[in-house]
Nanobody, 125 residues
Framework: QVQLVESGGGLVQAGGSLRLSCAAS????????MGWYRQPPGKERELVAD???????NYADSVKGRFTISRDNTKNTLYLQMNSLKPADTAVYYC???????????????????WGKGTLVTVSS
């Protein structure tokens, strides 16, 4: 199994920046693609960005040019640098990962196998 713990959320004014981190533990050797998802108040959870083990990235149109996803495989940590934040970015942000080991696969939401508990980001206008 894999455990994910997010940190770095908080309250920020529009135009500001935050950096989210996600620390992975457990069967980290099994981790493959990792991603950040968010759930705005009253809305469904949505993809923000994801990144493969080799560093290929994919972003939601709404965050392109403002957010940057990265990972440090030596530290088993995922990051999300968020710049030029908007009130519409207010949400609970979740870290998630796929695994490549059959024994740890769970086939959950968005095809991700493990999810963190989330960290709240609030952007004030």
């Amino acid at each position: 199994q894999v455990q994910l713990v997010e940190s770095g959320g908080g309250l920020v004014q529009a135009g500001g920046s935050l950096r989210l981190s996600c620390a992975a533990s457990g069967d980290t050797i099994c981790i493959s693609t990792m991603g950040w998802y968010r759930q705005p108040p009253g809305k469904e959870r949505e993809l923000v960005a994801d990144i493969t083990t080799s560093g290929s990235t994919n972003y939601a149109d709404s965050v392109k040019g403002r957010f940057t996803i990265s990972r440090d495989n030596t530290k088993n940590t995922l990051y999300l640098q968020m710049n030029s934040l908007k009130p519409a970015d207010t949400a609970v942000y979740y870290c998630a990962t796929k695994t490549q080991c059959v024994a740890t696969r769970r086939h959950g939401e968005y095809g991700m196998d493990y999810w963190g508990k989330g960290t709240l980001v609030t952007v004030s206008s």
